[in-house]
């Protein structure tokens, strides 16, 4: 049981819980928006009128709910932005401001066995472990001399 206590305990665990309440009823409000407001003025729009969730349209003796599917489209367009615009796009933001990633590459040259790239300073492959020839030096550098 300890163990079993630990594991509900961490902080993920509570937290992926916690999302998942929080996106359950977030969801029941989007439905409920659709349900109240969205899908009458696509009704208005549309000149459809009444309660647009139970139309359907029958083909031969078969009846297809579309009305259904419109709710359900409307509410995932405004369930996805919203999830987008107040949770995905801050925290990508905030993670930029406080880690921003700088991308600094090593200069590279070829291995002349196996032509994979390698960083210009290294002394062997890592490939092939074939020793490489090495880097003169350039201009502004000094080296040190042994003496």
Request: positive net charge; glycine residues 6%; without cysteine.
């Given at each position: 049981m300890k163990g079993f206590r630990s594991f509900i305990l961490r902080g993920n665990v509570v937290d992926l819980a916690v999302g998942i309440v929080i996106?359950?009823?977030?969801?029941?409000?989007v439905n409920g928006f659709v349900g109240a407001f969205l899908t009458p003025l696509v009704g208005l729009a549309t000149g459809v009128t009444g309660d647009m969730?139970?139309?359907t349209f029958t083909v031969g003796a078969t009846d297809f709910p579309y009305g259904a599917f419109v709710n359900a489209t409307i509410s995932f367009v405004l369930l996805a932005s919203a999830l987008?615009?107040?949770v995905v796009l801050p925290i990508n933001k905030l993670h930029e401001r406080l880690a921003p990633h700088q991308d600094v590459q090593a200069p590279k040259r070829d291995c002349p066995e196996c032509l994979s790239p390698v960083p210009a300073q290294a002394r062997r492959c890592a490939s092939c472990?074939?020793?490489l020839p090495a880097v003169p030096s350039q201009a502004g550098e000094t080296t040190q001399r042994a003496g």
């Open positions: 996106g359950a009823a977030f969801t029941a409000v969730s139970r139309k987008y615009f107040l472990t074939a020793p």
